[in-house]
């Protein structure tokens, strides 16, 4: 697992973070991990699984045609 290493935080955002993370019952560390998992993957955000099961849904179902299976014609470079 990757290690980010934050440095110059101004000392009334790390008391605020202690303060955060006492309150939620979590070491500054884990209260940081949490801060940064919601911020960059909100639980609100767009599933591409869900989304494509909607569109399914939404639409029905696709009728798919059989692939040509002939022999394309070979190129000609000249």
């Known amino acids: 697992?990757?290690?980010?290493?934050i440095r110059?935080?101004?000392e009334?955002?790390?008391r605020a973070l202690k303060q955060r993370a006492a309150s939620h019952g979590n070491s500054t560390?884990?209260?940081?991990?949490?801060?940064?998992?919601?911020?960059?993957r909100p639980a609100s955000r767009l599933k591409l699984g869900?989304?494509?099961?909607?569109?399914?849904?939404k639409n029905g179902p696709l009728e798919l045609q059989?692939?040509?299976?002939s022999p394309?014609?070979?190129?000609?470079?000249?």
Not at 66 to 69: E, F, G, L
């Open 8 to 10: 110059n935080i101004p």
């Open 12 to 14: 009334e955002t790390h």
């Open 66 to 69: 059989p692939r040509d299976q």
């Open 29 to 40: 560390e884990a209260e940081i991990r949490i801060i940064i998992e919601e911020a960059v």
């Open 72 to 78: 394309g014609e070979p190129a000609e470079f000249e």
């Open 1 to 5: 697992m990757a290690a980010v290493t």
């Open 50 to 57: 869900t989304f494509l099961t909607e569109l399914g849904r």
